[in-house]
């Protein structure tokens, strides 16, 4: 739909471009001034030929925008009633996936499947955002809602109705300045087939008893039952329920940690005593490409130096950093054995 607008737009211009340089050349030359000639006769103000530059521009314009603008609708239909629909929340910076379906919530990996109809409930807790997602088509202003506004379907949301046609993980980039870090607001479709998307829904413990929460330690057993996953496999989340990678002890120390300390105050991981609402859900968060919305690749060093100092990869971001306070919290005071500790932990939860 997007790509034949873009397509026939872009053949229209290109036909109007190569007639007009042609007219061009062509009256260079014809009538270009030749030794000994008299001055050409001066026109001003013919009013025919006035009239026709505004015309043909104008119907040039109308040829465009009329069927953008019916495009611009279309991707907004109102969805079918089988369509998942899936609330995008754009925060400073980064993003915010709730499936109120199936009572999961992620952030920065939009997990959809292909071959379904998708709808997208877009708003924003702070700022103007805006969701890109180029090769899926479609852009979108992410919206605050009005102070004490009322619910989800708020005249301040925004929505996105598409279908995806082919797995694949797809690039996308907030594409409205909205602070310091903006260009660090990076997020991605992953788009699976049905059967791993319900899969990823399970491992992500939608039917976990979330109101009661798992002793810390020791690590989730009944997460662990999986076939093994070994770190050099490729990257793809969905080879079944987590097993803990890396040194054990510190895995099971992490969680403790984690669990124990500030960290709970805005993050959620769900089989855990975690519950914080105001940072990303981390929920199998080591199945993730990128730590910080895009700002490093998800790897123990770089999820180390992110909790030791998040500034120093993403500035005014607002997680506090074991010596820097940050979104109105003190330090942390994490020492290095207790960053490495979490960080085994948050990269073993595949
Ligand atoms: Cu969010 Cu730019």
Redesign the pocket.
């Known amino acids: 739909m997007l790509n034949r607008l873009f397509a026939n737009t872009f053949w229209w211009t290109i036909g109007i471009l190569l007639l007009v340089e042609l007219l061009i050349v062509y009256s260079m030359i014809r009538f270009r001034a030749r030794p000994g000639q008299p001055k050409p006769k001066q026109v001003h103000g013919n009013v025919k030929l006035e009239f026709l530059w505004t015309v043909i521009p104008a119907v040039i314009v109308l040829f465009i925008s009329i069927p953008t603008i019916q495009t611009t609708f279309e991707t907004q239909r109102r969805a079918g009633s089988d369509a998942l629909t899936v609330e995008v929340i ?4 980064w993003w915010e996936f709730r499936y109120p379906e199936y009572g999961v919530v992620t952030a920065n990996e939009l997990y959809l499947p292909v071959g379904r109809e998708i709808h997208l409930a877009m708003h ?1 807790a702070d ?4 969701f890109w997602i180029p090769r899926v088509g479609g852009k979108r202003d ?1 919206n605050p809602r009005p102070r004490g506004g009322p619910d989800e379907r708020s005249a301040r949301s925004n929505h996105l109705t598409f279908n995806i046609e082919q797995p694949g993980y797809y690039y996308g ?7 310091i870090s ?2 660090i ?1 990076r997020m991605a479709i992953v788009a699976v087939s049905p059967a791993e998307f319900t899969a990823w829904v399970q491992a992500m413990g939608a039917t976990a008893d979330a109101t009661t929460p798992v002793p810390a330690p020791p690590v989730d057993t009944s997460r662990a039952a999986g076939p093994t996953r070994t770190q050099s496999t490729a990257p793809s989340p969905l080879q079944g329920p987590a097993t803990p990678v890396g040194p054990q002890s510190d895995v099971v120390r992490g969680q403790q940690i984690f669990t124990s300390k500030v960290c709970i105050a805005c993050h959620t991981v769900q089989g855990t005593t975690a519950r914080g609402v105001l940072g990303p859900n981390l929920t199998r968060f080591g199945a993730r490409r990128y730590v910080g919305a895009g700002a490093r690749p998800n790897t123990q060093a770089n999820v180390e130096a992110w909790i030791r100092d998040p500034q120093s990869l993403k500035p005014g971001v607002l997680m506090p950093g074991a010596q820097q306070g940050g979104g109105g919290m003190p330090p942390s005071g994490l020492s290095e054995d207790e960053i490495r500790a979490i960080a085994a932990y948050l990269v073993s939860l595949k």
């Open positions: 754009g925060h400073q910076w924003s700022v103007i955002h805006s992410v980039q907030c594409a409205e300045f909205c602070g903006h260009a607001m």
